[in-house]
């Protein structure tokens, strides 16, 4: 099959899963979610069909792999097809499974850690817009000079200096990207604090955290839920050229970025083993921003 | 005045996109101007006002059209029309005047290089002649020192001026019809004035035509020779002004006259100790300082009114008693007890005798949370209530505000109308339980119908839990309405203040009898009367 006539089937075929995934899920949800889901544009329910493929595969790995993560099941680099549908690797081990469990890995560090970098980095955005003066300048200030450091010199850095454990590796990327976290949500934050609700609140009295959470975060929510998507891929992206320095994701364990390196040598054989890991992180970075266009979208339009 | 008739529209339907729905803005509205005539239009916000406005300038908003009718300016029928052949009416004979001439102004040009733009752009003038046409206008405006006003910036002069040099920039081509969308509604009364009487006198000198566009009965009368009364789309009553003030014929129009009439009882004297106390307090922004010595009482079941211009310190003193603004010099007592000057040192049961209800309710009430929470979190806060009593309570604050508490308990303020928001506003206040409510211009954001309803709502309350209110107002047909004691400011200081019976019975201080003179009257001889009284020397 020629590669256009591919192309075009899977976008069809894309499509038209989308639109019945859609359906189906505004049949599903309670009545005020299934509002939503029907208004959605296809690329939207596209992005969440994609995602939710994604967690499921990362969630039930072992149930859905043939073989295990790191064992070595056959020789070198075999062809696809027979007990290796996607053939093996460099090692031997089954490219497929490790595919699968590469989504575990990678989709899940990538989460936990930009899902880090969020909790840390909102709370203290927001906190530094509402209370201003000097904890806003101190905040700032040492964000300011944290962000003057390239980020991947610096991760490089901190790497280096507290070892490569996947607890550190999420800290160090999570801290990096808190600050620019940090920016945006204090931004965001200043535009509403200065509210009448919100001197209405804090005239009956409410403590911190109550105009954190329930005056302010609802109202940033949208644009910090667009952010949340693209950090999401921007942190993939680091811990692939991470991987690719050694310093990132350890060997034995299935990573994508680190899988294209290792059977980068297939290419020269024209055979697109080696793409399959870089197209699932093209594909969900694609599918993450479908989700976040169609946020921001809303967002802008609740605004008027 | 010649038997066809300058604007004619006939059967007007417009239509706005909402979703991939076309909702009627416009249902079939008929309009007929006459060369050298004043049309008022009239109707609360959403009437249609605005959009029949722009349609005699043949033009729709973007996510609206022109559904049917015909609209013919001149022999002209405007819904045919090229883009081109529209372009060339508009500015030259067709003139518009926008309410906020401040966002109107491109505020990079000076006023006279806007003015000559459209004589330009239609080659009736060169550029020089334009600008000595301006100084002429400027003149007939009585915009100050006219030679020089139009080489200033938009920020440089004041609301009023700007709106004057709006006009006169309408004239500029001397068009045939200027349409005026609500000009003065953002102004003061004092400035009101001044540009009513300038817009009156030009449009008479170049026996101009004018759809005049506003909610304000008053004005209205002033300056046009018919009404015409809107409701929803659709025409009301249409009649000259006189026979239109004299004797409404619609059961909506009587009721927009009434609006006027509600007026509280007059209350007995205070005898009781204030509930606050406002002494010798002095304020700065900076070192800027807004409010000068500034003492007055307020009492149980009495109503404050603060009246001033805007700039007038009104809102800074409420900033003050609720401790937002820490004084630069005197205090504030609560039941004879000096309160902390700042807000974060007072006890919750401080914070909770004094509440406070704003003049925009759109940003008063956070858009996330539902009206559940809105209400209930103060009651839950000060009365630590919780679970059923705490549902209970909200639900009958809903009641005492007149709203059905199974259908709105569980909204967002963006699917409230703007009387409804501001309903909300007063149940957030009471919820507290207090004792004072600051209200700071809480009915100048909303139509003169939910005005009065506002109004009533207050004053009931008030007599159910003897509430004490400091009302923030610019408008005296309101303090008139509901006021007990008046306090009036001016440049950050009180001018004058006593019991209503003695703001509004004379000797006056001469800015209070400029303040009250000011006041539109529904007489539509009344302009003409206070101009001819403020010229003549007594």
């Known amino acids: 099959m020629s590669l256009p006539v591919f192309l075009i089937l899977f976008l069809i075929s894309s499509f038209a899963l989308a639109f019945v995934f859609r359906a189906g899920l505004s049949r599903a949800l309670p009545h005020n979610q299934a509002i939503i889901a029907r208004d959605m544009p296809l690329t939207a329910a596209f992005g969440i069909m994609v995602i939710a493929v994604y967690l499921f595969v990362a969630i039930f790995a072992p149930l859905l792999a043939p073989f295990a993560e790191r064992e070595v099941v056959g020789s070198q680099f075999q062809p696809w097809g027979g007990a290796h549908p996607l053939g093996t690797d460099r090692l031997g081990r089954d490219m497929l499974s490790r595919l699968i469990y590469g989504a575990r890995n990678t989709v899940g560090i990538a989460f936990a850690t930009t899902a880090l970098a969020f909790v840390v980095g909102a709370f203290l955005g927001i906190w530094a817009a509402l209370r201003g003066g000097w904890l806003d300048q101190v905040l700032s200030r040492f964000v300011d000079a944290l962000m003057a450091i390239p980020s991947l010199i610096f991760s490089l850095l901190l790497l280096t200096i507290f070892g490569t454990s996947v607890l550190t590796l999420i800290l160090v990327i999570a ?16 535009g509403i604090v200065v509210m009448d609700y919100i001197e209405a609140a804090r005239l009956r009295g409410e403590g911190t955290w109550y105009l954190i959470r329930h005056e302010i975060l609802p109202n940033a929510l949208a644009p910090l839920v667009a952010e949340f998507g693209l950090r999401f891929c921007f942190v993939f992206l680091t811990i692939s050229s991470l991987s690719f320095l050694g310093l990132g994701i350890k060997p034995p364990m299935a990573d994508w970025g680190s899988m294209v390196r290792d059977n980068a040598t297939l290419i020269t054989f024209g055979d697109i083993t080696p793409l399959l890991p870089a197209g699932a992180i093209a594909l969900l970075t694609v599918a993450v921003n479908f989700v976040v266009d169609w946020q921001l979208h809303r967002a802008s339009g609740l605004k008027e | 005045m010649t038997d066809t008739p300058l604007l004619s529209i006939r059967d007007l339907y417009i239509e706005g996109r909402a979703g991939e729905a076309w909702l009627p803005i416009i249902k079939g509205v008929d309009l007929t101007l006459h060369r050298g005539e004043v049309l008022g239009l009239i109707g609360e916000s959403g009437a249609g006002k605005s959009t029949l406005g722009l349609a005699a300038m043949g033009y729709a908003r973007d996510g609206c059209r022109i559904s049917g009718g015909e609209i013919i300016f001149d022999g002209i029928d405007l819904r045919r029309a090229s883009e081109r052949a529209k372009r060339k009416l508009r500015g030259q004979r067709i003139a518009y005047v926008a309410q906020s001439a401040a966002a109107s102004f491109n505020p990079a040009h000076k ?3 806007q003015y000559a733009e459209a004589p330009l752009f239609h080659d009736v003038m060169t550029r020089a002649q ?21 080489f200033r910036y938009p920020h440089q002069v004041s609301g009023g001026q700007l709106q004057r040099a709006m006009t006169a920039m309408a004239m500029a ?6 349409i005026f969308d609500e000009p003065t509604t953002a102004l003061d009364v004092t400035t009101q004035i001044e540009v009513l009487a300038a817009i009156r006198d030009i449009v008479r000198q170049f026996d101009t035509s004018a759809i005049y566009i506003t909610h304000d009965l008053a004005v209205v009368a002033q300056m046009a020779d018919r009404i015409k009364i809107l409701l929803r789309g659709e025409q009301v009553e249409e009649a000259d002004t006189r026979t239109m003030l004299a004797a409404p014929r619609e059961a909506y129009t009587k009721s927009l006259w009434a609006v006027r009439s509600f007026a509280r009882a007059q209350q007995p004297a205070a005898t009781q100790a204030p509930i606050v106390s406002v002494q010798g307090v002095t304020a700065a922004y900076g070192k800027t300082t807004v409010l000068h010595d500034i003492s007055f009482d307020i009492h149980a079941g009495r109503t404050v009114a603060v009246v001033g211009e805007s700039g007038s310190g009104k809102s800074t003193t409420a900033r003050v008693i609720t401790g937002l603004l820490p004084p630069a010099a005197g205090e504030v007592l609560l039941d004879g007890k000096a309160l902390p000057p700042d807000y974060r040192a007072r006890s919750r049961a401080q914070l909770r005798q004094c509440q406070m209800i704003y003049q925009m309710a759109d940003t008063a009430l956070n858009p996330k949370l539902p009206l559940r929470e809105i209400i209930g979190r103060p009651a839950e806060m000060y009365l630590g209530l919780k679970g059923r009593a705490l549902r209970d309570r909200v639900r009958a604050l809903l009641d005492m505000i007149e709203l059905e508490p199974d259908a709105y308990i569980d909204r967002l303020p963006g699917e409230l109308s703007g009387g409804q928001k501001q309903r909300i506003g007063i149940a957030r206040a009471l919820a507290a339980d207090p004792r004072l409510i600051i209200c700071d211009e809480v009915t100048s954001a909303l139509d003169q119908i939910v005005q009065e309803g506002i109004l009533r709502l207050l004053d009931k309350l008030q007599g159910e839990f003897r509430l004490a209110y400091m009302f923030i107002t610019h408008d005296l047909a309101t303090v008139r309405a509901i006021a007990d004691d008046v306090v009036v400011m001016q440049h950050g200081a ?25 006041v539109p009257e529904m007489d539509p001889d009344w302009l003409s009367n206070l101009l001819a009284a403020r010229q003549s020397p007594n």
């Not at chain 2, 002429?136 to 915009?143: E, I």
């Not at chain 2, 081509?173 to 200027?178: E, F, G, H, V, Y």
Request: proline share 8%.
């Open chain 1, 175 to 190: 801290a990096v990207d808190a600050t620019r976290v940090y920016r945006i949500s204090r931004s965001v934050a200043q």
């Open chain 2, 111 to 113: 006023l006279i290089d």
């Open chain 2, 130 to 150: 334009a600008q000595s046409d301006a100084v002429k206008l400027y003149d007939k405006m009585r915009l100050p020192n006219p030679a020089e006003i139009g």
């Open chain 2, 173 to 178: 081509c001397r068009p045939d019809l200027i």
């Open chain 2, 494 to 518: 009180i001018v004058e203040q006593g019991t209503k019976a003695q703001m509004f019975a004379p000797p006056h201080a001469p800015y209070t009898e400029l303040l009250l003179s000011s």
